[in-house]
């Protein structure tokens, strides 16, 4: 809140005074109410394609549900709009929930495609219902009424909607910076490393896209008291384009981007129209066109849209602040030093015709470092994902603390302790070290929507970043946790992954060859803290190729070559074993 405290109170003190302002013609307050409307779609747009990284054509439509809703209940049933409001946002998110369930899973271009598919057919149900007025739509709607003033002034509704504007940035900002927003965050970078922290993608998914419905249908309900009229097509897939365009055009990633979007392509849209029929000689939409050029000019040359340009100019975005007053989370209590944690059986798993991890067998135990270790392809990785439900067994099965977890999912398994890093490190680049990291602690945090949009979870959200910080020095990198991941050397983000890690409390941790890319003092460190952690009596199951590192640190190795186990033992046994001589480790020598 505080980064957006100045611009806010600037933009609200212009809010106010503007419409007062009496020479202020009365064509730009109209404009500027119309800005108002499609900023609120577009916020939607940007939480959704911007943060969360899912394209949606179809958002007009949401905006629709509401404005035909408010139309008919108070035109044919003399229902207050305020009621209609809340019947427009629970038809709106009912719909949105329902729709967002099926098509949210959709990857690649088929969610864009899908968001299309059902913006047209809305259009056309909107068009040929006759109780909706079909084409020509619904008259007559009345004006909004706050205490008995009914606002039939441009001037005065103008309040109105942009009081609901400000109230959605402030609410949208507080989500995005959340428990919930860090999830929204992630699902940029796939579901994989969010999953497999505890994560549950479908549902942050579905969130974010009721969470952009609303904001459409809030819209949607402001527009129909406004023009006092609806027809479809406002709320036809032609808009849906436009209001994707503000997003992208703003800067897709950004709350304030959408405002900023939406007043450039609504005044744009404005000029165009004026001045494109005069240069053409013929009337017609070409101002579509316009747009469809400048939207490939802006992707081609700054895809974060406009809104970083603007923000260089204002106050730079402070440091989270840690509270060192925040209480500890509450810890898991840990095995006995010795017991059998993890059992792995006869585990098979077969991509097509190549078999990849052949009856592989194993256990971790409490306090142990277990290393696996082979040449590149020999199955490690994919026995790493075997364990941690990111792969679905071909058969066997994994056992942990007794109870089978082969075939649950990533996220079960990760709930009872076992949390990993991956040989291809799943960061978040725009997103602060501290707050990637941050991420590793989310099944520890129980906030959800709506006290992250109201801001109830500041000390939970405390605790949550405290535990962060305190990972991040014991890995050593303290120094740099309010630094973009993405600007670390790639060595640095292995350990910012296994920081991410100890977030989850675990009991085991998986590392998928952390010591690539670190230099030699950073390894010794990394050795050192890996004893330390095995000496507090958490398990690790370690792939690395330096065999200096493995072989100082491992109590115990499984070498596997072509996806099966051709030796196991304690490091000096497997050293002097011919087959792994032959296979692994003669090679290196
Ligand atoms: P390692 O980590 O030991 O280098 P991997 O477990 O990554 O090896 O891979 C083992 C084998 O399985 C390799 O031949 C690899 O090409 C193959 N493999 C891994 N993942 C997949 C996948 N998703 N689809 C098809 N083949 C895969
Ligand atoms: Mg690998």
Not at 34 to 47: C, D, E, F, R, S
Not at 283 to 308: D, H
Not at 474 to 480: A, C
Request: net charge positive.
């Amino acid at each position: 809140m505080s980064r957006l405290a100045k611009p806010s109170i600037a933009a609200a003190a212009l809010c106010l005074i503007f419409p007062l302002v009496p020479v202020v013609p009365e064509f730009w307050v109209t404009l500027m109410n119309y800005i108002g409307l499609a900023a609120l779609v577009a916020m939607g747009l940007v939480m959704l394609t911007g943060v969360g990284g899912m394209t949606s054509f179809g958002q007009a439509a949401f905006a629709g549900f509401a404005a035909y809703a408010t139309a008919v209940l108070s035109t044919a049933y003399d229902v207050s709009p305020w009621i209609n409001l809340l019947i427009g946002l629970a038809l709106s998110g009912g719909v949105a929930l329902a729709i967002g369930c099926i098509t949210v899973r959709l990857s690649g271009h088929y969610l864009p495609l899908g968001t299309m598919a059902w913006g047209i057919s809305f259009y056309y149900l909107f068009g040929n219902l006759q109780v909706l007025g079909a084409h020509d739509g619904i008259t007559g709607i009345p004006p909004l009424t706050i205490s008995g003033h009914a606002l039939t002034q441009g001037r005065s509704y103008y309040y109105v909607i942009w009081g609901f504007v400000l109230a959605a940035v402030v609410l949208s900002e507080n989500l995005l910076d959340s428990r919930v927003g860090r999830a929204i965050r992630a699902l940029r970078a796939g579901s994989v490393a969010a999953e497999a922290h505890g994560v549950n993608t479908a549902r942050t998914k579905l969130v974010v896209f009721v969470y952009a419905a609303l904001l459409a249908s809030l819209s949607g309900w402001l527009y129909a008291h406004l023009q006092r009229s609806v027809n479809p097509t406002a709320f036809g897939l032609h808009a849906g384009m436009e209001y994707l365009f503000m997003a992208v055009l703003g800067g897709a990633g950004n709350v304030l981007g959408a405002v900023l979007g939406a007043a450039i392509t609504m005044i744009l849209k404005d000029q165009l129209q004026n001045i494109l029929p005069r240069l053409l000689g013929t009337q017609g939409n070409f101002e579509i066109v316009v747009f469809g050029l400048c939207l490939v000019a802006l992707l081609q040359t700054t895809r974060e849209g406009l809104w970083p340009f603007i923000a260089r100019f204002g106050p730079a975005r402070p440091d989270k602040v840690i509270s060192p007053h925040a209480a500890a989370l509450g810890a898991r209590s840990m095995p006995e030093k010795g017991a059998r944690l993890l059992q792995v059986r006869d585990v098979y798993k077969n991509f097509g015709g190549l078999i990849a991890v052949n009856n592989v067998s194993f256990d971790v135990r409490a306090g142990e470092v277990v290393g696996l270790i082979g040449p590149n392809g020999a199955g490690k990785s994919t026995t790493f994902n075997l364990v941690t439900g990111l792969a679905t067994l071909s058969g066997g099965e994994v056992t942990w603390l007794g109870e089978r977890i082969g075939g649950k999912s990533a996220r079960q398994i990760s709930r009872r302790g076992i949390a990993r890093t991956f040989q291809h490190v799943k960061l978040i680049p725009d997103m602060t070290v501290l707050e990637n990291v941050a991420l590793g602690a989310h099944l520890r945090g129980r906030a959800g929507v709506l006290r992250g949009m109201l801001r109830l979870d500041r000390s939970e959200e405390a605790r949550l970043l405290r535990e962060a910080a305190r990972q991040l020095e014991r890995v050593g990198l303290g120094d740099h946790m309010h630094r973009p991941a993405g600007s670390l050397a790639l060595g640095q983000l292995r350990i910012v992954e296994i920081a991410r890690a100890l977030c989850l409390d675990p009991v085991l941790l998986l590392l998928d060859e952390p010591a690539a890319g670190l230099r030699h003092l950073e390894k010794q460190f990394l050795s050192r803290l890996l004893c330390r952690l095995r000496d507090e009596g958490m398990a690790v199951l370690l792939v690395e190729h330096d065999m200096d590192f493995v072989m100082g640190l491992t109590d115990k190795l499984v070498v596997l070559d072509f996806g099966q186990i051709i030796a196991t033992g304690t490091p000096d046994e497997v050293r002097s074993d011919p087959k792994v001589l032959e296979a692994y480790l003669g090679g290196v020598a």
